[in-house]
């Protein structure tokens, strides 16, 4: 069983920045890929962005240009920095690891952590 701690949302104002983080409780961390999803309410939950164990990346249209995604296999950690937020960003964001890059499922998923962006 491997756990995914978020931490970093809160509370910020429209044009502002937040960074995420999501710890892995196990080194499988470094040959899995990670994404970043989200969900505001009512709606579906939504990829934000992922990125493979090889570091590629990639990025709902949404976010491209505002958000940056990495990874640090030796702490196990991904994040999600997010710049130039706007209020349609609010959401609570959710990281996910799945074993196989090219499936559709992720095998674990985080808690999730609440990020409001204020107008």
């Known amino acids: 069983q491997v756990q995914l701690v978020e931490s970093g949302g809160g509370l910020v104002q429209s044009g502002g920045s937040l960074r995420l983080s999501c710890a892995a409780s196990?080194?499988?961390?470094?040959?899995?890929?990670m994404g970043w999803y989200r969900q505001a309410p009512g709606k579906q939950r939504e990829l934000v962005a992922g990125i493979a164990s090889g570091g590629s990346i990639n990025y709902a249209d949404s976010v491209k240009g505002r958000f940056t995604i990495s990874r640090d296999n030796a702490k196990n950690t991904v994040y999600l920095q997010m710049n130039s937020l706007k209020p349609e960003d609010t959401a609570v964001y959710y990281c996910?690891?799945?074993?196989?890059?090219?499936?559709?499922?992720?095998?674990?998923w985080g808690q999730g952590t609440q990020v409001t962006v204020s107008s």
């Open positions: 196990d080194n499988i961390f470094r040959i899995s890929t």
């Open positions: 996910g690891l799945k074993f196989n890059p090219l499936g559709k499922d992720y095998n674990y």
